[in-house]
């Protein structure tokens, strides 16, 4: 997703003399094509980020179209002060992209681990929050987000993400999309985990019996809430997914949204539980330890649909 980054970003540059690309001393190499290309639209911010932010919010407000890049916990939890004080408050359209968010960094330990930002990020007025599916999807919110005006946070994965559906079906800021059809349960999954979320779909549908949907969602807030009520109304559970906390998470706020409306179907939350990871290991392997991977999401949706078969 970052090389798709690196190349949408370039693109928009060579036709928007406004875009600006501040980076946290990190994607040197990743962005050589920009650099030769528009080499005064480049800054190499170094390991300071709140300084970086503040940079981004006086650019801004002087007209620039800037981005922020670098890895997730340090454009956001490290800078935070200085993204609700100096660009939320101010309402700025700096766009905040986080790569190899929620557990990409796993490798690396909790330092490097990214999953409270949807949290945090929906308690600030303004900010949007947006996490692509896939390298596709990341194109079409990035380009949304530089064609608008408010303060956006993008979390994005770190490489080596496959495409999910094919790049003409992707959808901007506030939209989703059906990955897989169905009629048993609904699962809508949120970021790069959807991948997981596909694996789980059609593993149901092959060897159990049973047919999910899939919709995979690019927007955390603002939640698209006239989705939820067509799916409330199609569906009597659905299974939320995500590469983050469960507290504060996508999942809560679907399931908030409900109870606020007086739905009350089945809502089941998949999400990290409230505890750090102190072992390391591979993307993959920390999504077992969390169980948000395609195995657990299938034992998931099982339990759900006995336990909505007993309650009928």
Do not use: W
């Not at 409330?232 to 409306?261: D, N, P, R, Y």
């Amino acid at each position: 997703m970052r090389n798709a980054f690196a190349d949408e970003i370039t693109k928009m540059a060579a036709t928007d003399p406004r875009l600006v690309l501040l980076s946290g001393d990190i994607g040197n190499r990743l962005f050589d094509k920009l650099r030769a290309q528009s080499p005064e639209r480049f800054m190499n911010c170094g390991v300071a980020e709140a300084n970086m932010m503040g940079v981004a919010a006086g650019m801004a407000s002087a007209g620039l179209r800037p981005v922020v890049y670098t890895i997730t916990p340090f454009t956001t939890t490290r800078c935070l002060e200085q993204i609700r004080v100096d660009v939320a408050y101010h309402n700025l359209p700096v766009v905040i992209v986080g790569t190899g968010s929620g557990l990409s960094y796993a490798s690396l330990g909790p330092t490097h681990h990214s999953l409270e930002d949807f949290a945090i990020f929906r308690a600030i007025p303004h900010m949007q929050i947006v996490a692509p599916y896939d390298a596709p999807s990341l194109r079409a919110v990035l380009r949304d987000a530089l064609a608008g005006k408010k303060p956006t946070y993008i979390r994005i994965g770190k490489k080596g993400e496959k495409d999910i559906l094919p790049p003409e079906t992707a959808v901007g800021i506030g939209k989703s999309v059906v990955a897989r059809e169905g009629r048993d349960i609904c699962i809508l999954a949120v970021g790069t985990i959807a991948s997981e979320a596909v694996k789980a779909a059609d593993t149901l549908k092959k060897n159990h019996g049973i047919s999910p949907e899939v919709v995979l969602i690019n927007t955390v807030k603002p939640l698209d809430t006239g989705l939820l009520d067509r799916l409330a109304a199609k569906f009597k559970t659905v299974l939320t997914v995500e590469e983050h906390s469960k507290i504060g998470g996508f999942g809560e706020h679907v399931a908030s949204t409900f109870a606020q409306k007086g739905i009350r179907n089945q809502i089941i939350c998949m999400g990290t539980r409230d505890e750090f990871m102190h072992v390391v290991g591979s993307q993959e392997y920390a999504r077992t330890v969390y169980e948000i991977d395609a195995p657990s999401i299938v034992k998931a949706v099982q339990q759900a649909m006995t336990t909505a078969s007993a309650a009928e």
